[in-house]
């Protein structure tokens, strides 16, 4: 009943031995935002900004990034709201304008390497990211980061637009950066990485991509995009601990983290923060309710003995389906 749903949306995303899992939305589009509230959400663990790029000639002015980053973090009331910086390229249709053919536009000019390309692009984004932050808690998410150069030109164009700003005397306030571990070299380096960031978000959708060597959107190999290769887990098992060593939270905003089946097992690994569809939080939240990490880690433990996804897969599926 709608008054049941109310009661639930408020309830802790807490497991019975008492660890709260962040429970954030993932958005795409302004309109999401009303189903973001009624989720529940804890906060936005993963704005995509691409839709401002798309379906446009010309491209996107400081001021037009502004008013939607306003809008949102106002109307989240608080809560905190993560902005990725444009993730362009790939399979997010660039604009013409930006857009040059590629053999291999997954391992080509994408992400952060589209902003280094086109420092103007990036410079505007985070002035009206930078901007925004005034008006409640920002943080900054940079896409695809492969490596240190990379995190550090990131991170250098994000200061140099904060001082331009205060020269201007527009006030900004001090966002937390954090970097996608969506590329296997940067789940190997999730320990120099989380030196540098104030939070690390595992994306799982290009993690899976990069690691297995499987397009994401090729349908002839979508039988081997496996998101339970021992393989992966062993990389979030990093990341996670690479980010807890250093004392700072792991989020997953890949598909992984919406799907009910694998919640069980992600608090296993102990990530801090999961981001998904806002439709998917009612159920995941249900499923933490009714766990303990303890759990968690004995299923991780067994699942990653065995040897093949399918054998995974199978495992974790029997498991959720005898326990909930
Ligand atoms: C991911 O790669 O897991 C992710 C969350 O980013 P996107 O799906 O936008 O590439
Ligand atoms: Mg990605």
């Known amino acids: 009943t709608e008054q049941a749903f109310e ?19 993932n958005l795409e589009f302004e309109i999401e935002i009303p189903g973001v509230a009624r989720a529940g959400a804890s906060g936005i663990g993963l704005f995509r900004t691409e839709f401002l790029y798309l379906g446009r000639t010309d491209l996107p002015s400081e001021d037009e990034h502004y008013e939607v980053y306003r809008n949102l973090v106002i109307q989240m009331e608080g809560r905190p ?3 990725r910086t444009v993730d362009l390229g790939a399979d997010k249709m660039p604009m013409d304008r930006l857009r040059r053919s590629e053999p291999n536009p997954a391992l080509g000019l994408r992400a952060l390497r589209l902003c280094r390309r086109n420092p103007e692009v990036f410079r505007t984004q985070l002035r009206a990211i930078l901007r925004a932050s005034v008006h409640g808690p920002v943080r900054v998410l940079f896409p695809l980061v492969s490596g240190m150069i990379e995190l550090r030109a ?3 164009a994000l200061e140099a ?16 950066v954090g970097a996608m571990i969506e590329v296997p070299s940067a789940a190997l380096l999730a320990d120099r990485i989380a030196a540098e960031v104030d939070f690390l978000s595992i994306g799982t959708n290009d993690l899976i991509q990069y690691s297995l060597a499987i397009d994401r959107q090729n349908r ?14 062993r990389m979030m098992q990093l990341v996670v601990d690479a980010g807890h060593a250093r004392g700072i939270p792991v989020s997953v905003c890949g598909e992984m983290a919406g799907e009910a089946q694998y919640t069980l097992m992600l ?8 981001s998904m569809a806002a439709s998917a939080i009612p159920l995941v939240r249900r499923v933490i309710r009714a766990s303990t990490i303890s759990d968690g880690r004995e299923l991780l433990q ?11 897969e199978r495992y974790v599926r029997t498991t959720m389906e005898e326990r909930y």
């Open 267 to 274: 608090l296993g690994l102990g990530v801090d923060e999961l």
């Open 7 to 25: 009661r639930e949306r408020t309830l802790p995303s807490r497991t019975l031995d008492g660890s709260v899992v962040r429970l954030n939305a």
């Open 220 to 233: 002839e190999v979508a039988y081997l995009y496996q998101p339970l290769h021992l393989s992966i887990l």
């Open 81 to 83: 709201v993560t902005i």
């Open 302 to 312: 067994a699942a990653m003995a065995l040897d093949t996804a399918d054998d995974i």
């Open 161 to 176: 637009a904060r001082e331009e700003l205060r020269a201007e005397g527009i006030p900004t306030a001090q966002p937390e």
């Open 154 to 156: 990131a991170r250098a």
